[in-house]
């Protein structure tokens, strides 16, 4: 594309709507426009970046023999699929979209990271059952790894709930994931296990203490000259309008996620007055000794402590040599939050724990659907269904989140919105136009898209808004065209070099 005479544009400033680095970036670079909070439009050059995400995703579906369609609301997606399910012979079959979808959480505010709405590609899967799920899963996992590492984007691919998830790095996650350097051990915080060290201690007999004025875990710990991870705190919750008492060692914090995945919960808020009444538990000095009234839930690693302190259920009281024969429960679980001092749960080496952005999913389990088909006795069935994601509009910004730097964008071949940058020193200089004219149509022919800045600007110009918008290779033809030559950079070069104009075609088709 000439630039002159076609919609281009860059801006000197950052926008003051707009509060992340990146969101300024694009909008800068002229890739997005924002609309409102967490409300952007893609621009021509942005648009252009998606589309090759996309096409990528298009070309490792097609090699799978997985097609295309458009489906309007998710709700006809069975009726779709029944229109190919007759008999046992017909499954499995795999279906795709790319589309545009709300996004499915409810927030306060919106940001880049978490806009609106996402441009997503949904790969279903139509099976028997779970057990026909294992190849399929396998076929589309290579297919997302082979999608992302084309992109040139640095992921990690972690547990999660009942699923597979992508995951990125970056500071500026509203996700959290946990890591082990030493074996690859990878987790979404919402699921992560580390290892339960096995005390080695005698079990003594239980002792009520007088705690005066100690109403917070820190609190008691200090008065009896306890260390914390000898002590097990309450959590007075309701969950799903159920009052449930949930126990986590004293320095731990509760992990929602976790403990509504355990209880098949939808909801979880702190227990009104009304409720914890109805429980023998006393708010400060709440304990699982003798408690009564209630859903009763301990975190796993309680099994392994010993001699610990608890509330008492009394005012001003705790009880201290707590184990776990003294205690109440009706359900054990993972539901605490892992820290950084934790051991991972496969190898013993410390984890560490990170900030990421969740970029695709690949469900594990299956749905079963309301149709039927006939299996090899005649009998009817239901078959199932999978459901694996990725979100096109976050691999966008992790990308550029992982490749810019001080002067703008850097894309990888596969998805810039051009690939090679044509600067013209001087639009007055006949010889240099026919030049870069020869090269434009050169380049073009061979299937290279090129951006062909032919704009009365100053080079600095020109260079500043070539690096911002970050095409990865550049061509200017200058003065050097007396000598046949051009100038040749790669974005991610310091220098450019001198290259002879008769082979700088053939030298950017093997970049
Ligand atoms: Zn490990």
New binding site residues.
């Given amino acids: 594309m000439k630039i002159k005479g076609n919609y281009f544009f860059t801006l000197r400033e950052d926008t003051k709507d707009e509060d992340s680095k990146i969101g300024n970036l694009l909008i800068r670079s002229g890739m997005i426009k924002k609309i409102g909070s967490g409300n952007y439009t893609y621009l021509p050059l942005g648009l252009k970046v998606l589309n090759n995400i996309k096409n990528i995703v298009d070309e490792e579906m097609n090699k799978l023999d997985i097609q295309e369609l458009s489906i309007k609301d998710d709700s006809i997606l069975e009726d779709v699929a029944s229109l190919n399910i007759k008999s046992y012979k017909d499954l499995p079959f795999n279906l795709y979209e790319t589309t545009t979808k709300k996004n499915e959480i409810e927030m306060d505010s919106y940001s880049l990271i978490n806009t609106k709405d996402f441009i997503v590609s949904n790969t279903y899967s139509f099976v028997k059952n779970d057990s026909e799920l294992t190849n399929v899963y396998d076929n589309i996992y290579e297919a997302y790894n082979n999608i992302c590492n084309r992109i040139g984007l640095d992921y990690k691919v972690v547990n999660g709930y009942n699923a597979k998830e992508y995951q990125v790095l970056t500071e500026n996650g509203d996700d959290t994931v946990v890591l082990?350097?030493?074996?690859?051990?990878a987790s979404n915080l919402n699921v992560a296990t580390h290892k339960i060290e096995n005390v080695d201690e005698e079990e003594k007999e239980l002792e009520l203490v007088h705690t005066p004025n100690a109403h917070t875990i820190d609190d008691v710990c200090e008065f009896l000259k306890l260390d914390i991870k000898h002590s097990v705190k309450a959590l007075l919750m309701s969950v799903d309008n159920k009052l449930t008492i949930l126990f986590v060692r004293g320095d731990r914090s509760l992990n929602e996620d976790k403990v509504l995945n355990l209880l098949d919960g939808k909801e979880m808020v702190f227990a009104t007055d009304e409720q914890i009444a109805e429980s023998n538990a006393y708010p400060g000095f709440t304990g699982p000794v003798g408690l009564e009234g209630c859903r009763i839930v301990i975190d796993e690693e309680i099994l392994q402590m010993k001699n610990f302190c608890v509330g008492a259920n009394k005012e001003d009281y705790h009880y201290i040599n707590a184990n776990i024969k003294d205690i109440n429960y009706d359900l054990v679980g993972n539901i605490a939050d892992i820290v950084e001092d934790d051991k991972?749960?496969?190898?013993?080496?410390k984890?560490s724990i990170k900030k990421s952005i969740k970029v695709g999913t690949l469900n594990n389990t299956t749905k079963e659907l309301n149709i039927t088909y006939l299996d090899e006795s005649n009998q009817e069935q239901s078959p199932a269904l999978a459901k694996f994601s990725l979100n096109l509009s976050r691999l966008f910004i992790t990308f550029v989140e992982q490749n810019h730097d001080d002067w703008g964008i850097i894309y990888s071949n596969s998805i810039a919105p051009y690939k090679v940058a044509l600067v013209q020193i001087d639009m007055k200089d006949k010889k240099q136009t026919k030049v870069a004219e020869k090269i434009y149509n050169d380049l073009n022919k061979k299937g290279i898209e090129v951006l062909y800045d032919n704009r009365e600007e100053r080079p600095g110009v020109k260079f500043k808004d070539m690096d911002l918008i970050g095409i990865p290779l550049r061509i200017t033809v200058g003065r050097k065209i007396a000598d046949k030559q051009v100038e040749f950079k790669k974005r991610t070069d310091k220098e450019a070099i001198d290259v002879q104009i008769k082979d700088i075609v053939k030298m950017i088709t093997n970049s």
Avoid: F, Q, R, S
């Fill in positions: 082990c350097d030493k074996c690859g051990y991972c749960p496969d190898c013993g080496n984890l």
